[in-house]
């Protein structure tokens, strides 16, 4: 790296400033492990150097150092995603986010709050907790995913269903813009607000967020267990129509809750999908959704196959909304596919899933989170051992496996970082591409911001060698399976 530059930036941010390789070779990774005969030679992953600013305008100073030296800026808050989004591909500056933390202002009277970017979800929901205040939605990896992490991929979660994704709550944002500037955007700004959600760090780096806030209100769960998955799917559909659609609905299929119950966090699953459903209201709309799931209650008893769990149960569930991760002590590894699926969709979805685990020799466990009246998000993972190598690239197959099966039934990956490029085309139309396209160009003409990223995979994982990669890969995983 250029020496001039790393003594200016050692002169400026002092022990704030890392070109030590144990610290680049921690923030080459993510939470997924790729193995690194599949990186190195195709990809820069390790920084040059990692920065650790504390302020909008010491990011704007390291955005005019990184433009003047042409140096690729990556930047890196929680780390909580799985698609290389906050990883280098061309190694440059990593600028990690984590001392921008804390709450700016609350205005109780208009329920907004201002807040830093690099806050985590959990620190703010306890910092309004206190003040009677809570988020409105936040995503399920709270203790480690932060605001503007949240705000630069998808922005669906907890809470969604009720009060819609990130963006629809955000009023501003501060955001150093590429070349330094620091600007304030809005809905009606030049360049608007929803340009920057989910750009995954390739258009500035967002500072600060003013966003709607809700009253911390009482809450109720409900825990349900139906046999059968197109029921079940009905049963979500319902809950979605009526007049205060629940707060939260997670689901987890047969296989997600044996392995939970393996690892000793829940009960024997008694049969078909659980079905978690939280509430939040003021007293009066709970005893009206109370009204409702006695409805509910009853019609289930007419059914065979829907059952209640005890209401400690379900609450004790909804405790563990930020631990789905659990899963991962069956491991050595888990792999997974993501997707965002139509809710109408889900059973077909679990049905293709079981074939494609009866084919493949893999057992496969499904959960998601319904996040708005049509979709949902749904991980299927499996269990896989990052140490041994071969099979490992090998189960890469099964996870493209898994978002073929989504894509068939109009579902889409969701967060594309570096490794979900090669599905670019399901995600958006070409009209839609060319536009994201033009919007980079725009802001980025140097395309330094988090390159590799969002717009259109890197020759290494064009579509069609990718498909026949995997494909292949399938294939040969296979054979090896039969003969172990
Ligand atoms: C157990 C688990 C549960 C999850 N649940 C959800 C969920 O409910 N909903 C959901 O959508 N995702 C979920 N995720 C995925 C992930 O945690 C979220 O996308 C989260 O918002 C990432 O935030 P982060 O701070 O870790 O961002 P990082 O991983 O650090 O970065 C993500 C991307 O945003 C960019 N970025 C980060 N901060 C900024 C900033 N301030 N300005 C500009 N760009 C920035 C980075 O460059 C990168 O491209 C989950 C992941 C796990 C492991």
Redesign the pocket.
């Known amino acids: 790296m250029d020496k001039t530059l790393l003594t200016t930036l050692t002169e400026r941010f002092g022990k704030r400033v890392t070109t030590s390789p144990l610290d680049r070779e921690l923030y080459s990774r993510?939470?997924a492990p790729v193995p690194d005969v599949l990186v190195k030679p195709l990809f820069q992953a390790k920084a040059d150097v990692i920065v650790r600013p504390r302020s909008s305008q010491e990011i704007a100073e390291l955005m005019r150092l990184a433009s003047s030296a042409s140096m690729p800026v990556?930047?890196?808050?929680?780390?909580?995603?799985?698609f290389f989004?906050?990883v280098p591909t061309r190694g440059g500056m990593l600028i990690d986010?984590g001392l921008l933390a804390g709450v700016v202002a609350l205005d109780e009277a208009n329920m907004l709050v201002t807040v830093r970017?690099?806050t985590t979800w959990e620190d703010l929901e306890k910092n309004l907790n206190v003040r009677g205040f809570a988020c409105k939605s936040m995503?399920?990896?709270a203790p480690?995913?932060?605001v503007?992490?949240?705000f630069?991929?998808?922005?669906?979660?907890?809470g969604s269903i009720k009060y819609g994704d990130l963006l629809s709550q955000i009023r501003e944002a501060e955001v150093v813009m590429p070349d330094g500037e620091i600007r304030t955007v809005t809905a009606d700004s030049t360049p608007p607000l929803s340009w920057f959600a989910a750009s995954?760090?390739t258009l500035?780096?967002?500072?600060a967020l003013k966003m709607e806030i809700r009253k911390d209100r009482p809450m109720k769960h409900v825990l349900m267990h139906i046999a059968d998955s197109k029921q079940a799917v009905r049963i979500m559909q319902d809950l979605l129509a009526a007049p205060s659609p629940p707060y939260n609905l997670h689901f987890s299929d047969p296989h997600a809750l044996a392995a939970m119950h393996a690892l000793g966090y829940a009960p024997k699953p008694e049969h078909g999908l659980h079905l978690l459903v939280d509430y939040e209201g003021t007293e009066t709309e709970l005893r009206e959704i109370d009204t409702h799931l006695a409805t509910l209650r009853n019609a289930g008893q007419k059914h065979a196959g829907v059952s209640f769990a005890p209401a400690g149960e379900a609450e004790a569930e909804w405790q563990q909304r930020f631990s789905?991760?659990r899963l991962k002590r069956g491991g050595p590894s888990l792999l997974g596919g993501e997707l965002w699926l139509p809710v109408k969709r889900l059973a077909d979805y679990l049905a293709n899933i079981e074939t494609v685990a009866r084919r493949h020799a893999t057992p496969l466990m499904t959960y998601g989170?319904v996040v708005s009246a049509t979709h949902a998000?749904v991980m299927t993972m499996f269990y896989a051992d990052e140490r041994q190598r071969l099979h490992y690239i090998l189960d890469l197959g099964l996870v493209k496996k898994i978002q073929d099966v989504g894509a068939r039934l109009g579902g889409t990956c969701?967060?594309v970082?570096l490794w979900n490029t090669p599905y670019l085309k399901r995600l958006h139309p070409a009209a839609a591409r060319k536009r994201l396209r033009r919007r980079k160009k725009e802001i980025d003409p140097l395309g330094l911001m988090?390159p590799g990223?969002l717009y259109a995979p890197p020759l290494a994982l064009n579509p069609y060698t990718f498909h026949l990669g995997m494909e292949a890969a399938l294939l040969a995983r296979r054979v090896l399976r039969k003969k172990r």
């Open positions: 993510d939470l990556t930047p890196r808050a929680g780390g909580a995603t799985v989004d906050s986010l970017a690099g995503p399920s990896s480690a995913a932060t503007g992490g949240w630069a991929m998808m922005g669906y979660g907890i995954e760090g500035g780096i967002v500072t789905s991760l989170h998000t969701y967060g970082g988090n990223k």
